[in-house]
């Protein structure tokens, strides 16, 4: 595994911040901030997608207790469907650093998209979870907090199975839509069932 640079402004307070979820039908974005402490590092961070889900766990754990500051929000699928999902990932984003309890001297962001934050300097880094440590924290912490979210609303409406997908747009959730139909946590805006020719229920 590629090791992860610790820093890219050279500043302290340097808060990296991913979202999770921005490609589901149903339930929030989810977005967090994350401001590492360079004394108490963590061995193991990378791209959230590329960590089994114990490891996830494990590490979601550690960061919580080893960063300076950390912070996850959620803008929910009502939102989402309001402002569309590149305005509220970035609006998650933002209130993740709201709540963060120092204020970072600069932003590092997953992605190539991002809105000024209090005319905090701020740096987009595409694949960004998997270049820089505190990226990487936040992708995590995005990740585990949405899943869990995930998991709690699937035992409401379980014909969806949002225990195994998530949200995410498989064979089985898309089947489910069209059986069942929509709820109240699918985004209204998306294409919910896609290409109706790939998800037969007879498959």
């Known amino acids: 595994m590629m090791k992860l ?4 402004s050279g500043e302290l307070l340097e808060a990296g911040c991913d979202e999770a979820g921005r490609g589901c039908l149903a339930g929030p974005v989810f977005a967090a901030a994350v401001i590492l402490n360079p004394n108490n590092p ?4 990378n791209d959230s997608k590329q960590l089994t889900e114990s490891k996830r766990m494990l590490l979601k ?4 207790e080893k960063a300076l500051c950390w912070s996850v929000a959620q ?3 009502v939102e989402i469907d309001k402002m569309n999902i590149l305005n509220a990932s970035i609006f998650g984003m933002h209130k993740a650093l709201d709540e963060l309890s120092q204020v970072p001297k600069f932003i590092i962001v997953d992605g190539n998209r991002f809105k000024n934050y209090k005319n905090i300097p701020f740096k987009t880094i595409v694949k960004g979870d998997a270049k820089f440590q505190s990226i990487s924290a936040a992708s995590i912490l995005a990740k585990t907090f ?3 979210f995930m998991e709690k609303i699937h035992e409401e ?3 969806y199975q949002w225990d195994r997908n998530k949200g995410y747009p498989t ?5 489910a839509i069209y059986e069942h139909g929509s709820c109240v946590y699918h985004r209204k805006t998306f294409n919910l069932l896609g290409d109706l020719s790939q998800y037969s229920l007879f498959d």
């Open 5 to 8: 640079s610790e820093n890219f």
């Open 42 to 45: 963590i061995s193991g961070l």
């Open 61 to 64: 754990d550690e960061i919580m």
């Open 75 to 77: 803008v929910s699928e």
């Open 146 to 148: 949405r899943d869990e």
């Open 157 to 159: 409406f379980p014909v």
């Open 171 to 175: 064979k089985v959730h898309r089947n």
